[in-house]
């Protein structure tokens, strides 16, 4: 598997004074992703994960974008979501309603919700059978040099193990290269059965914004931005685009240890 090179502070990493700037930017990158892809192709195809990343959308549901972004034409997908109901409180998919998407006009029929009533494995292929179909529509883009799908944006978080997705540390899921979207059952975070893209997929995308907050994750940001490690031992190092922009975005505590 191809490796980039060290990544780089001045290239990849921003860092504010606190989470209310870095949402405030955060708010600000992801808008004119939106308008530039909107513009190019007339949808913006963005990506979700769990976690403390949906509160730090906030910013996206207040003027002056709650009525400057163009919320019609978004297409919105999950990196990784437990397999659960949607109204469990261990959905990703609730988290994200609850915070983010019932806040903005996004219309429900472009908000790509894994099925709730299948088994991990089934629930993987279904997400991928309904990628497939969107690429077709032509509303989702595929790579030039590859088979993958290219989203515009994938907003992820990093666990404080370096997991990023439902790609855990030396889990044999992160060599996985044959699907789109694959399931695990032996999650070493609770809940144990989710569905998460595969480390291909997320290397497609034309725009990585990685949210860090936090001193809990310092350690970890350290990591990422330190040696280049084997392949799949720190997901969350491994998780750049290999044709496309990555941006890490960290509070002062996130990146203290740098
Ligand atoms: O389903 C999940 O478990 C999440 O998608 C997960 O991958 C999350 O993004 C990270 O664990 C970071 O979460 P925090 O930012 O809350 O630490």
Redesign the pocket.
Known sequence: MASFGKLDKDLNLQVYENVEELSNSLAEHVAQLSASAVKDRGAFTVVL?????IKTLGKLCEPPYLHTVDWGNWHVF?????VVKKDHPDS?YKLAYDGFLSKVPIPSEKVYAINDTLSAQGAAEDYEFGLKQLVKTGILAMADTNDYPRFDLLL?????DG????LFPNHPLVHVKEKWVASITD?P?PPPE?ITFTLPVIQTAANIFF???GE??AEMVAKVFGEELPFGQLPSQSARPTNGKLIWFADKGAASKL
Do not use: F, Q, T
């Open positions: 994960s769990g976690g403390s990343l999950w990196v990784d979501e437990r990703n992820m978080g990093m666990g404080p997991h990023c997705a439902s999650s975070k989710r949210v860090a907050n809990g994750k």
